[in-house]
T-cell receptor, first 113, second 116 residues
Framework: GDSVTQMEGPVTLSEEAFLTINCTYTATGYPSLFWYVQYPGEGLQLLLKATKADDKGSNKGFEATYRKETTSFHLEKGSVQVSDSAVYFCALSGNQAGTALIFGKGTTLSVSS | DTAVSQTPKYLVTQMGNDKSIKCEQN?????MYWYKQDSKKFLKIMFS???????INETVPNRFSPKSPDKAHLNLHINSLELGDSAVYFC???????????????FGSGTQLSVL
């Protein structure tokens, strides 16, 4: 079945460092891909998405490009802030109606000043 | 005005008890979901309803029973609670059905269930 694999965390960075969180997927057909973020004590929020190959999703300085050839959707940010400390989830949605959003295991990011 | 609200936020109970978690969304969405997040933050779909009709029912013990009285509400009842049920339960909603559309999910802030 469809699945998402994320790099293990935690990721610990200093403020203004470059961030990459790797995500690869296995799916039949052409899924849509998402990054969600969970701040402490809160529910998940959509960060960005891409619905077809070579699409780039971007939001709040974060970017991810849908790479079908490598089945990847890596999250990047050029300069992280303390406020970016959270758990980041890569997710995919198959293209059959009624399939659930499938999440990776999450990567905890901790940014220090 | 909270878009997806769950109650209670915390639930501490003894093994063997029966408990319910309630969820309401005021976004006018047609589809609602229950996800379970374990202690390692892994999220797994449990159920989904579209316009009060069950459309996703993952391999979940039948002690868990969802109920959707209308499309704005999706409650989760758990019978005979076990230690392994301890987790954070998230309710979510979307306008359409995932897979057919690719809108985002809106999540509640979670219910932390602790079974002692």
């Amino acid at each position: 079945g469809d699945s998402v694999t994320q790099m293990e965390g935690p990721v610990t960075l200093s403020e203004e460092a470059f961030l990459t969180i790797n995500c690869t997927y296995t799916a039949t057909g052409y899924p849509s891909l998402f990054w969600y973020v969970q701040y402490p004590g809160e529910g998940l929020q959509l960060l960005l998405k891409a619905t077809k190959a070579d699409d780039k999703g971007s939001n709040k300085g974060f970017e991810a490009t849908y790479r079908k050839e490598t089945t990847s959707f890596h999250l990047e940010k050029g300069s992280v802030q303390v406020s970016d400390s959270a758990v980041y989830f890569c997710a995919l949605s198959g293209n059959q109606a009624g399939t659930a959003l499938i999440f990776g295991k999450g990567t905890t990011l901790s940014v220090s000043s | 005005d909270t878009a997806v609200s769950q109650t209670p936020k915390y639930l501490v109970t003894q093994m063997g008890n029966d408990k319910s978690i309630k969820c309401e969304q005021n976004l006018g969405h047609d589809t609602m979901y229950w996800y379970k997040q374990d202690s390692k933050k892994f999220l797994k779909i449990m159920f989904s309803y579209n316009n009060k009709e069950l459309i996703i029912n993952e391999t979940v013990p039948n002690r868990f029973s969802p109920k959707s009285p209308d499309k704005a509400h999706l409650n989760l009842h758990i019978n005979s609670l076990e230690l392994g049920d301890s987790a954070v339960y998230f309710c979510a909603s979307s306008q359409g059905i995932m897979g057919a559309t690719n809108e985002k999910l809106f999540f509640g802030s979670g219910t932390q269930l602790s079974v002692l």
